[in-house]
């Protein structure tokens, strides 16, 4: 694998004119030819549509086309890509398979963030050039390319309405929206009333009977002194 362009201080770096045949045109460059050829179709070429993703041959988002067939651009160097024919994403359409591809990813709105996006339309479109629509097992091995996003369900999906297999029941990326109602529960707290029946204070009055004491008047016996007057002996 080619160093990532980095220079140690005070190295020589041969600048070389290199041309490339890029999505049918002859494109001229000066640049170090040992620097992944990655780099050269972005920051030489100007062309943006190829992506790094981890730069460890893994990926696959910077899949060009080099005769035909898909490749790692960041697994080559610029001198390994002069006098090839390569193309690029920003060619793709004028592909027949291509361009049905892309009208499908449109279609079933394929991507998600689409970082990964281009690497997978070159190597589908690859896949297609061959004719007749595709399994799921000949997808799955064509198709190596990662997506972070999970997008692959949609993708085969594409591939397939592309193929000319119609459109897809399924397009089971979409993650289904789950409405959860929730239903306050309504708790009506019914409030024990107690009455309390106070006992109403019977307060009986017994109106004291009136006695009528009829205290009889004592007769105070009279007593009548006798003087007896002792007569003379
Ligand atoms: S950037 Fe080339 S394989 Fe990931
Ligand atoms: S769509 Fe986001 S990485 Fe594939």
Redesign the pocket.
Known sequence: MPQWGVIEQGAHVEMTVMKFNINGKSVTVDGDPSMPFLWAVRDLVGLTGTKYGCGIEICRACTVWVDGSPEKSCDMSASEAVGRTITTIEGLSATPAGAKLQQAFIDLQ????????SG?LMAATRLLSGGGVPSDAQIDSAIGN??????YPRVKAAIKKAAGAGTPVTTPTTKPTTTTTTTRSTTTTTRATTTTTRPRATTTTTRPKATTTTTKPKTTPTTTKTTTTRGDD
Request: charged share 0%; aromatic share 6%; hydrophobic share 25%.
């Open positions: 394929v991507p998600q963030c689409g970082y990964c996006q997978m990662i997506c972070a996003c999970g997008t």
